[in-house]
């Protein structure tokens, strides 16, 4: 059984034609035109390295060849980074376009390497030309993703507008916080220690009503707040009274004959 992070469904979520994606909710996809457009400057950022340093290289100088390598290597470094650091042509770091995997939402480097690869090897088979049709003519779907996109299960991001590329997805119901219980403070100062209260206390016993013997019914509660009969007082409650004592009987006499 598949668990969909809070209350989102399949059916909200993001569906192309191999299924749905929960995982990619809130992620804008790039659209046609900026793709062609990452790939042109991606190209245009690798022609001029490679120009670049053939021409340094060709220098008749003692700098020239070491330079041009130099700038080859850091080229190839920079690339390897954006790849497997960003999921990203370096081209595309530039114009805010991340690959993110449709399972799990996340960067994929790993994957972009493996969809590279194999447009290079269809391109070395095909003059170019596979590569560059299935690139831009095998877009579909509300997801924009190309044929190389759903061998790989990438999808183009563009970090412009909506969920940043990467970042988790965010509830779709912030739970209410709970309120807190203020806590009773108690002062052992105030514990009363006695039947009579306390040492610095005011704490007392609560008067009680005076029954009257009138033959009428006990209406009268310790400690209630119905006031006194008219005319009569409330009484205070006067001292307890000790135990009454054990009384001795004398024995009884027997009159003797």
Known sequence: MSVYPYNLTPEGAPTDATGSFPAVAGYTP???GRRVAIVLVDGVIGGAVGGLTAFLTLQDTSWGLPVGVGLSVIYGLATLWAVFGRSARLAGLLMKA???DVRTGALKG???FVKQLLQGVLAGLTLGILPLILVFASVKGPMRRNFFDRATKLMLVDGRTGRRPGAPLESATTPQAIPSVAAVQFHPEQAPTAWGGATGSTYAFPAVQTITDDGGLITAVPGGSLAAPTGTPPVAPGPMLPAP?????PAPRVATP
Do not use: D, E
């Open 110 to 112: 790993g994957s972009l």
């Open 98 to 100: 991340q690959y993110v």
């Open 30 to 32: 790039m659209t046609t």
């Open 245 to 249: 004592a054990s009384i001795s009987r």
